[in-house]
């Protein structure tokens, strides 16, 4: 339920002009999801959302700034080198066979290095896709992933 609301979370930011944790409370509200103030204010800070400024002065929530390559780390790499098997794509799914039970761990570190373009994760215990926004997206994390095999 809190990826899915981090997700919604920035889909908001991007559609909205949110100024405050009221108004992102009331958005959030208002999409169905019954939160308090102070999930909220954790979400902001988990999801590491800065205020800029917008043209007319005042100041919005955004995401912070993304390098055109994902940033993974190289305690990823080395857990990805020893977890996964094999990666292959289809369309916009990214598909990562694991070493039995290691597909839960892989694909939330994944997860948390909040690479552009993923829509979505979905894990089970030896396998999990990653949506992505388009096909083209998902050749390239499913090459760069296949670099660390």
């Not at 552009?116 to 030896?126: F, K, P, R, W």
Request: charged fraction near 25%.
């Amino acid at each position: 339920m809190k990826s899915k609301r981090h997700q919604k979370i920035l889909e908001l930011i991007q559609m909205n002009a949110v100024d405050t944790q009221e108004e992102l409370l009331r958005l959030l509200r208002e999409s169905g999801y019954e939160v308090t103030q102070a999930t909220v204010s954790r979400d902001i800070k988990e999801l590491r959302l800065i205020k800029t400024a917008a043209s007319d002065g005042k100041y919005r929530y955004s995401t912070a700034v993304h390098k055109p390559q994902p940033d993974l780390s190289s305690q990823f790499y080395a857990f990805f080198n020893k977890s996964v098997y094999g990666v292959d794509y289809c369309k916009n799914f990214v598909v990562v066979k694991c070493h039995t039970g290691m597909a839960n761990a892989v694909c939330e570190m994944l997860d948390t290095m909040n690479i552009d373009g993923i829509v979505g994760t979905l894990s089970g215990d030896n396998t999990f896709f990653v949506m992505m926004r388009e096909d083209q997206l998902a050749q390239k994390l499913a090459e760069e992933l296949s670099k660390y095999l």
